[in-house]
């Protein structure tokens, strides 16, 4: 249990022989002559017992801010406190901090339980204690069947369990769990992340998850935490980053399949902010116009979004005309892919409507028209922000 505050974390690597100025390909990071930025101005409070999950691209600084709070790695500028003293300088076995790596880095010749078991060893705590914890730890984790095993003759889920069961056996303050499930098969992940969900409500502790998943994101998470190339982009609860994305890079990481874009343009009359989508006029609801006023957006070209489920095939009725693609049956319901002006467009329909009528899916070929509601699309600017406040 603690509460945590990151302020302006920063981090820089040295330059190494191929991380010289602009030798280094693939990433946007910034570097400058101290060497790689890998994390900036990364400033976040966490309260006692919150889950944050930390998502973002491969590069983009998660892993690098996990080790700053671990204490496995240096903080080059910024302040890390946990519970209101200021860590900076601790070292990691000071900090009651556990960290659950995707790699499991469980020890082979060592069995289930002397895994489970270590870091009390470790703190050389009487055996007899050591016993009782690992059996409690063995069952909130569901393995106590395997705990004379060793590692090797795991599967990679029950693994994971042994090494989270390793990380929560002493109780630590913070959890930070950096990938832990991406080893694992898509049905076993699933499985495990409504384990986590489950040990979340039996221990007291913080969590810092880092995932490359979104779905782990929006399901475990209190708040989101999304970062590009060493940036923090968004903090928000799932809910919030889903309905308000600050940005496309945001739209880009969460919600899927992703959201569809349209181009058009952002103007103004009597009646207030209206816009045009592909040419066709529409109005904006009251609340929106008051949101773009609060924050003064400008009038001009934009990209406009909306979520494949808000998009509808309007019958005969006005809309954005588009020529269907593709149809696929998901079960419960239909994803029709196609194009608007050229542009990939993807609208998920309900199989079976509120009144029990089966939807039609449309012919390959077959132009439809599509409609939705101007509360729900979201309007982005020249650099991809949102232009509403
Ligand atoms: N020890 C290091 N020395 C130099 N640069 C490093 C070092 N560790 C990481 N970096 C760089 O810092 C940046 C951030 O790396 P980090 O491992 O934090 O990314 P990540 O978001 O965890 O990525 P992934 O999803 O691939 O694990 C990367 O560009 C990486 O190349
Ligand atoms: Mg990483």
Avoid at 107 to 123: D, Q, S
Avoid at 211 to 229: P, S
């Amino acid at each position: 249990m603690a509460s945590l505050q990151l302020k302006n974390l920063k981090k820089i690597y040295p330059h190494s022989a191929n991380t010289r100025k602009g030798t280094e390909k693939k990433t946007n990071l910034q570097i400058t002559e101290e060497g790689v930025v890998a994390v900036q101005d990364f400033s976040l409070d966490i309260a006692d017992k919150e889950f944050i999950v930390l998502v973002g691209p491969s590069g983009c600084g998660k892993t690098t801010t996990l080790r700053m709070v671990a204490g496995l790695e240096e903080i080059t500028a910024g302040e890390l406190y946990i519970d209101g003293k200021l860590m900076n300088d601790v070292e990691p076995k000071n900090r009651d901090i556990s960290m659950v790596f995707q790699s499991y880095a469980l020890y082979p010749h060592l069995k289930v339980w002397e895994n489970i078991g270590f870091p009390l060893k470790l703190r050389k705590v009487d055996k007899a204690t050591i016993r009782k914890r690992v059996k409690e730890v063995a069952e909130i984790l569901d393995i106590t069947e395997y705990l004379d095993r060793k590692p090797k003759e795991l599967s990679g889920g029950q693994r994971q369990r042994v090494a989270i069961g390793r990380a929560i056996v002493r109780e630590p303050k913070v959890l930070l769990m950096d990938e832990p499930l991406s080893n694992l098969d898509a049905k076993l992940r699933n499985h495990m992340r409504t384990e986590i969900i489950k040990l979340r409500q039996k221990i007291n502790t913080t969590f810092i998850y880092v995932t490359h998943d979104q779905t782990e994101a929006m399901t475990l998470g209190d708040r989101i935490v999304i970062m590009k190339d060493g940036f923090i982009q968004q903090i928000g609860t799932p809910q919030e980053v889903y309905d308000h994305p600050a940005n496309l890079f945001v739209v880009g990481f969460i919600g899927t399949p992703q959201m569809n874009f349209f181009e058009g343009e952002l103007l103004h009359s009597a009646e207030g902010y209206h816009i045009t989508v592909e040419g066709h006029p529409m109005s904006l609801p009251m609340e929106k116009q008051n949101r773009l006023a609060a924050a003064n957006a400008q009038l001009q070209k934009i990209t406009m979004g909306v979520r494949p489920d808000y998009l509808y095939p309007a019958g005969e009725r006005e809309g954005l005309a588009a020529r269907v693609e593709v149809t696929e049956m998901m079960g419960s319901e239909v994803h029709v892919h196609g194009s608007v002006n050229g542009k990939d467009v993807v609208v998920i329909v309900p199989t079976v409507d509120k009144d029990g009528r089966h939807f039609q899916p449309p012919e390959v070929g077959e132009e439809i028209r599509l409609d939705f509601s101007t509360e729900l699309c979201h309007l982005f600017g020249g650099h991809g922000e949102n232009l509403e406040k």
